[in-house]
């Protein structure tokens, strides 16, 4: 049916022969086979509800007598009944006068509530199980918004309302708790292209303008501000009243005369969601950053623990938040990025320690049995040096542990060196899921896949130049096999990502150097997309494991992130002198 469901009385067709007839079924599912030049209408009535006696004088028209039935009038006066007549709006069925209104008059459909058209259909290309369709998240946000204005997505999932509004030219900050999730929307946006829609505030956009209202152009310098929008395409709203009170329709006037004249005094709507574009321009996601609270959230939760609390611990063995933990990761184990390297514990039950929260046992290749202490760190915050300094030395007094697992939401950039200090003691720096801090309602839905990670370190290389520059080369990721107590460097296949804080200052990571590395070049059909514009010596520096030169660190010190393609990153920080 034209125009959707509302236009299902549409069912008349004006034929270039001047005849009118109602149309066939084939004719109005397919209304290409109409002979050209042939125009659509639906019957409208030329009454209104309600006597008013200078509306309800006599009308001639073929040769017959009309006057509209008793409680009701014409729409309008007997001038404006001689328009409708000379612009052939008029037509008899059965014994009354109705009114032609053609679907050119006003070719577009308010929406209503109802959105059949957003129905989630077959979306080969879904990114994110739960991805929501664009075309329903585009339809709210031009609903609501203006370009300029700024949309927050608490829960963005794969990106969609970021995207949309990059599209829309609307700004965004959008949020999830899942490291996959954003992992995902970076990508999405980075790699994302868009049409180039017209400024309305652009030398372009105001000639456009005036091409299509025939005003003269406003005497000012364009801005490109994005909050004066685009330039929209517009529809003609042709009503009864417009062709009625035209002072130009005359008798005898042909066809596309009276169109003409139409078209002079009829109102127009307004798209907004259909920007005229330019073909020959592309864009691409403007600069945006990805934060994120850990490591740089630092509560103070072990070094100044008061000694009644230690006491308390000790008496309480493990609190509900540990238990719920350690019940956790006696059936998850502890996963590297690697399938099939889990650590898988033969037993694991609460220790009453000051630091530590579990014993546990575990069998490695070899056969041989490896005794396990576990540290659980704290439900809010972050993970600091001195909570694994305590408790290495408690598992080292203790029953002679081969392992300790330190577990955490996130961890301070210093932790990974701490581990290392322990010699024979092995120091497993293990990342937990966020979806833990959930309850356990929600594990049970997820299942207890990646809930305990641990996420090598940075394997780099940093070099002085003989100009004094420095320059980092990374070299893939140290990865811990739990299953054989080894560790080994994965290749930079695994890693997305890589940053560099070149004059890092300890207390926040700015990204200075962005590298976009991984196995299948993520980017490439953007690259594609945008051949004519690229410099191909900037784009393979950023598609690359070797950083370009910089000066050294004021601070002394650099920092280095890595995020893997599940979105696990880790931070590193290094002394360059
Ligand atoms: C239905 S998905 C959103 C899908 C998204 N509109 C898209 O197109 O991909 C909901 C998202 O909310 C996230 N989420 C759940 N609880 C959250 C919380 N408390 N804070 C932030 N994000 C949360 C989930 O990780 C998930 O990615």
Redesign the pocket.
Same mark, same amino acid.
């Given at each position: 049916v034209f125009g959707g469901e509302k236009a299902s009385n549409y069912d008349w067709v004006d034929l270039p022969t001047g005849k009118c007839r109602k149309l066939t079924d084939d004719e109005s599912n397919n209304p290409a086979i109409l002979p050209k030049d042939s125009k659509i209408f639906a019957i409208g009535d030329v009454r209104s509800a309600g006597h008013s006696e200078s509306g309800s004088f006599e009308f001639v028209f073929e040769g017959k007598k009309y006057r509209p039935y008793s409680g009701s009038h014409w729409k309008t006066t007997l001038l404006g009944m001689e328009a409708l007549k000379n612009n052939r709006r008029l037509i008899v069925t059965g014994s009354t006068l109705m009114y032609k209104r053609y679907l050119d008059d006003f070719p577009v459909f308010q929406l209503t509530n109802h959105w059949p058209d957003v129905r989630p259909s077959f979306q080969q290309d879904k990114i994110?199980v739960?991805? %929501?369709a664009t075309k329903v998240i585009e339809r709210c946000l031009l609903m609501t918004t203006d370009p300029g204005d700024l949309i927050l997505d608490?829960?963005?999932?794969?990106?969609? %309302?970021a995207y949309v509004a990059e599209q829309w030219g609307r700004r965004w900050i959008t949020?999830?708790?899942?490291r996959v999730?954003l992992a995902l929307a970076r990508t999405r946006l980075m790699a994302a292209k868009f049409p180039y829609y017209l400024l309305a505030d652009s030398t372009e956009g105001i000639k456009k303008e005036a091409e299509l209202t025939g005003r003269t152009p406003p005497d000012h310098k364009p801005e490109n501000d994005i909050k004066k929008g685009f330039v929209y395409k517009r529809v003609p709203h042709i009503t009864l009243k417009s062709i009625a009170n035209n002072p130009d329709i005359k008798k005898d006037m042909t066809r596309e005369e009276i169109d003409k004249a139409i078209a002079r005094y009829a109102e127009t709507e307004t798209l907004h969601d259909q920007p005229y574009e330019d073909n020959k321009r592309i864009r691409v996601t403007g600069p945006f950053t990805v934060e994120s609270l850990s490591p740089h959230r630092v509560i103070a939760t072990d070094e100044e623990r008061p000694t009644t609390e230690m006491e308390a611990q000790k008496e309480a063995g493990v609190g509900q938040f540990e238990t719920m933990i350690l019940d956790n990761l006696k059936k998850a184990g502890v996963q590297n990025t690697i399938k099939n390297e889990r650590l898988k514990f033969d037993q694991l039950e609460p220790y009453a320690g000051e630091w530590l929260h579990a014993e546990a046992e575990y069998t490695e290749k070899d056969g041989n049995t490896r005794q396990v202490a576990v540290c659980i760190g704290p439900e809010y915050g972050t993970v600091g040096t001195e909570l694994v300094k305590e408790a290495a030395k408690e598992a080292v007094k203790g029953v002679g542990f081969d392992l300790l697992i330190v577990c955490g939401f996130a961890f301070d950039p210093h932790v990974s060196e701490e581990a290392k200090r322990y010699g024979k003691l092995n120091v497993l720096v293990t990342r937990m899921n966020p979806d833990l801090s959930m309850g356990d309602e929600l594990l049970k839905k997820t299942g207890v896949g990646n809930l305990f990670m641990v996420f090598g370190e940075p394997d780099v290389d940093i070099r002085k130049q003989k100009d004094g520059k420095v320059v980092v080369e990374i070299k893939g990721v140290d990865i811990y096999d739990p299953t054989t107590g080894q560790i080994r460097s994965s290749s930079t296949d695994d890693i997305a990502c890589w940053f560099i804080d070149t004059d890092y200052n300890e207390e926040s990571f700015f990204v200075r150097h962005a590298y976009f590395i991984g196995a299948d070049e993520p980017y490439d059909k953007l690259k594609r997309a945008l051949r004519a514009e690229i410099d191909e010596s900037v784009w393979s520096s950023l598609y690359s494991t070797v950083s370009r030169p910089f000066d050294p660190p004021k601070t002394g010190k650099i920092a280095i992130k890595v995020i893997n393609h599940y979105g696990d990153e880790v931070l590193k920080v290094y002394e360059v002198k």
């Open positions: 994110y739960v991805q %929501t608490p829960t963005c999932g794969s990106g969609t %309302t949020i999830d708790t899942s999730a």
